[in-house]
Structure formats: C-alpha cells, structure tokens
C-alpha cells in the first residue's frame, strides 16, 4: 500500500484557509481517500473560524505531556496541535489535509516526507479588504497582518503548491478541490 500524502494548507490570515477547507470538506466528504484533520486549540469552540476541537490549557498540557499529538505549535497566544490519528491516515494511503502553520512548516517537512505544502495566496489589496471587512482588528492590527503577510511571497519549499484565492470563493473553492483531487495517492496493494 502507498503512504498517503499530507496537503499542508498555509495562507495569511483573512486569506480565505477555513472557507476554502469547509468548501472541499463538504465537496469531497463521499470520498474516502480524503480526510480532513481537525486542529486541538485552546480557544473556545463558540469562537468562530474554522471547526475545532477545543481544549483548555490543562487539557492541551496533558494531550501533550502524553504525547498524542503529530505536531504542535504555539501562535497568537494559542496552542494548536493536531493528532496522531493523521499517521494512521498516512499510513492507509489517504489523502490527509491539515491546517498549517507557516512557521511550523520546516519542522512539519522534517517530520513528514508526503508533506506538500499549499500555500494559499491572495493579494495585499484583496487581503486588506477582507481583514477590514471582517471587523476583528483595529487599523494598526491590519497593517501589522499585512505586514506579515509579505513572508509568504518568500515561501520557499520543494513540493510548494500555490493556490491564488483573490477570486470568488465558488471559483477558488472548485480550483481547491480540484487540486486536492490531483494529490490524492493511488492505492496500491502488494
């Protein structure tokens, strides 16, 4: 049986991540050779974005001092980790989609050989417009997610996918799935 391939989803904030993973996850859910990981963080579940598993502080120490997580990672003030149950996926040769971190890819790809990282990009005006429209961040907040949205252009990784999400989301979300679909393993059995 081929190892799966792990499609690492990276992208700045506001540039569409959680719209484009609930699109494909709603347009692939019949398919069983593609899953869709959920991140333990420790923020409220209510909390809006994306659809995880919310833990406490306590709760993610103890996950962690247990070892039950693949990768883990603190940003923003949060913990965020992401199970072991991916390397019983990977090893049934599925297709595992996880939500990233940037700053934890060169450590993940160390990790993980069948990790290919897709980077979703969107433009500085098109990001601007949306982190304002979102009503989350104050000016200076926006500017400084802007600002750190520039590191991504100098993302730089042997299996890098780019996925460009200034358009529609019904047009970036086929686009999406479409290349979810071309990364996923064939199944072969000895």
């Known amino acids: 049986m081929t190892r799966g391939v792990l499609l690492y989803v990276i992208g700045a904030s506001g540039s569409g991540k959680d719209s484009l993973m609930q699109v494909a996850r709603e347009a692939l859910a019949d398919n069983p050779d593609v899953v869709f990981a959920h991140r333990y963080i420790t923020r409220p579940a209510h909390a809006g974005g994306e659809n995880h598993v919310a833990l406490s502080e306590t709760e993610f120490a103890a996950r962690l001092a247990r070892n039950l997580f693949a990768m883990h990672w603190h940003s923003h003030g949060l913990h965020y980790g992401l199970g072991l149950e991916i390397n019983y996926w990977l090893a049934k040769g599925l297709t595992v989609v996880v939500n990233g971190s940037r700053e934890y890819l ?11 990282p897709v980077l979703i990009e969107v433009s500085t005006e098109v990001l601007r417009q949306r982190l304002q429209s979102r009503g989350r961040e104050s000016a200076a907040d926006i500017e400084a997610r802007l600002t750190r949205a ?20 019904n047009e970036t979300g086929a686009a999406f799935v479409a290349l979810i679909r071309s990364q996923t393993a064939v199944m072969t059995c000895n």
């Not at 060169?106 to 290919?116: A, R």
């Not at 100098?154 to 299996?159: K, S």
């Open 106 to 116: 060169n450590e993940s790809s160390k990790k993980y050989s069948e990790l290919k």
């Open 150 to 169: 520039e590191a991504f252009k100098q993302l730089r990784h042997p299996q890098l996918l780019r996925l460009p999400n200034d358009s529609p989301l």
